[in-house]
């Protein structure tokens, strides 16, 4: 029973509380459409991982994690001067970004094994993620983000519920919509970037937008919504760290696949799924005498 | 009548405010030479506009006359490129609480997770201001408003699970809660039911009653002189603007619309409509 031990334990912590953090602030990303933001930043801070190693010369994790930052950040630059100053659309843009920085940061990763494979070791595990790859010290980092990230929804939340739900009628009541999507988007990157380790750049946006897609199934209203993608990240980090461990399975996407799995039942058996959403309009249209009180009035 | 929209003491002395310049009371809205491109192409040039009395303005023109550009350019959605707008005498920035929106229905997502009551509860949070929450006073305005637009059976309906017509009528809740002196709304007839256009009308009027002003763009030109005390026509640049009976004429409406002869007979229609009426 040895992956039950101390060291499985503390990483089912730190995964978990990854996953949380993940449920809270994808809820946003996904409720205001940046999901696919959140995937661009991620697969862009590669090539700052490698060269944060390559010159600091170890795995120090608030150096890597500084890096991956930085040049997260320069490719949702490049991502705003594509949109702004070319005719690329955004889906296009973000393919760009997403594919150039990856591969460049594949590029630096085969630099850095050439300069001696035993000490680059660590990183390789950057791509796909590994959860043996959650040291203490990242731990604490992951429950750090979460705490500050909850203050800030906390802190924020009828700003960031009339500003995700309608930016244009937000902004003539006065909210900052650009400032809080700036807010937004810094802790999309700081959460990303904490949860790299663990997931991988690859599938890390999997695991920001499928707690809150798994939850609207469950609930109509934005604060339920919030607390539930909270809870069913926590969940998948949980299912996801039992399952690799034991396993032995490459530890991001058994995560992504559990989350995966809890979105797959919840739509079937969800009351806001789409299963009972048919079910509803089938016995609605079965007993006709109740379309006028609860059917839909020809818009 | 309920008390919702009922405008305070307060705006009332507002709106008889003297404006900065001393000259005498400021105007619901004053545009200024307004003026937006998109890229290097104008879709709105030099557009003058001035409401001093509480009135429901229509604003018509062809597709693409820059109808909501105008509405956006003036509450500060789409940016200038010259121009300046003040409301009761002062810029928006400063009179927030008194101008209301109604976006197009098409703006936003349908199935964000809240229902019709917590969507006309946001019509409060601007008088709330930062982290407060909205307490009893607000939620009971909010219930208020999901009335008075016929609403209530359908509060904690989700949103997305309403007709176009009943998504209007929420929309026309929110802005109703926010209290607002002066409303733009974006086509809030556009694609509605007939059952939701008699309660949009009912609605303008009784704001236009309380001393409300309304400027809502419009697409059905035969319902005009029914609907409104004033119409602009718009082209990209203002053709026309003032009372319904003095212009919303055949002349003005070609010079709106250019040759296309379809809409003519149309206007046509709708000022013969307008003069019966009369």
């Known amino acids: 029973m040895n992956w039950l031990a101390p060291n499985t334990l503390f990483v089912l912590v730190g995964t978990s509380l990854l996953g949380a953090c993940m449920g809270l602030v994808g809820a946003f990303a996904v409720l205001r459409r940046r999901a696919l933001v959140g995937d661009a930043l991620a697969h862009a801070t590669l090539p700052g991982i490698c060269l944060a190693y390559l010159a600091v010369g170890r795995r120090s994790f608030p150096a890597l994690m500084l890096g991956a930052l930085l040049s997260g950040l320069v490719g949702i630059l490049v991502l705003v001067g594509l949109r702004r100053f070319t005719k690329v659309k955004d889906d296009a843009a973000v393919g760009i970004v997403l594919s150039v920085f990856f591969g460049a940061g594949v590029v630096l990763l085969s630099v850095v094994q050439r300069q001696g494979a035993a000490s680059a070791a660590g990183l390789e595990t950057f791509v796909l993620g590994t959860t043996a790859g959650i040291l203490p010290e990242d731990g604490y980092w992951i429950g750090g983000t979460l705490l500050l990230c909850g203050a800030i929804v906390t802190t924020f939340l009828k700003e960031f519920e009339v500003v995700a739900f309608d930016s244009q009628f937000a902004t003539v009541q006065g909210w900052p919509a650009a400032r809080l999507d700036l807010l937004l988007m810094a802790m999309i990157a700081v959460t990303v970037v904490v949860g790299l380790p663990a997931v991988g750049p690859i599938m890390v946006a999997a695991l920001l937008i499928l707690p809150s897609v798994t939850a609207r199934n469950w609930t109509e209203r934005f604060g339920r919504l919030l607390l539930l993608s909270v809870v069913i990240g926590f969940f998948t980090g949980v299912a996801g760290t039992l399952v690799s461990t034991r396993y032995n399975l490459a530890a991001g996407p058994t995560v992504i696949l559990s989350g995966t799995a809890l979105w797959a039942v919840s739509l079937l058996v969800a009351p806001h799924g789409p299963v009972a959403r048919s079910r509803r309009r089938r016995s609605l249209r079965s007993q006709p005498e109740d379309a006028t009180t609860d059917g839909r009035l020809d818009g | ?278």
């Open chain 2, 1 to 278: 009548m309920s008390p919702v929209g009922t405008p305070s003491a307060e705006s009332r002395t507002h709106a008889a405010e003297i404006d900065d310049r001393g000259t005498g009371p400021a105007a619901i809205l004053d545009v200024h030479d307004l003026t937006v491109a998109y890229q290097d192409r104008p879709v709105l040039w030099d557009f003058d506009l001035v409401v001093e009395r509480p009135s429901l303005v229509g604003i018509v023109g062809p597709n693409g006359a820059g109808k909501s550009t105008m509405v956006k350019a003036c509450l500060g959605l789409v940016p200038r490129a010259s121009g300046e707008v003040t409301f009761f005498g002062r810029p928006l920035a400063k009179m927030r609480r008194r101008v209301g929106y109604v976006p197009q229905r098409e703006s936003v997502d349908w199935d964000f997770p809240v229902t019709a009551f917590d969507t006309v509860l946001m019509g409060t949070y601007g008088e709330l201001g930062w982290f407060r929450r909205p307490g009893r006073p607000q939620r009971e305005r909010a219930r208020e408003c999901l009335d008075r637009v016929g609403m209530s059976e359908f509060a904690s309906r989700q949103i997305g699970q309403l007709s176009g017509g009943q998504q209007q009528r929420v929309f026309l809740a929110r802005a109703l809660a926010q209290q607002a002196d002066l409303y733009f709304m974006d086509e809030p007839m556009a694609g509605v039911d007939a059952a939701t256009e008699q309660v949009v009308f009912d609605l303008l009027r009784s704001l236009r009653d309380e001393g409300r002003t309304v400027l809502v763009v419009h697409h059905d030109l035969r319902t005009v002189p029914d609907y409104f005390d004033d119409v602009v026509l718009l082209n990209t640049r203002l053709v026309a603007s003032g009372p319904v009976g003095t212009t919303f004429t055949a002349e003005n409406l070609r010079r709106a619309y250019g040759g296309r002869l379809d809409l003519l007979e149309i206007a046509a229609d709708a000022v013969e409509a307008g003069e019966r009426s009369r």
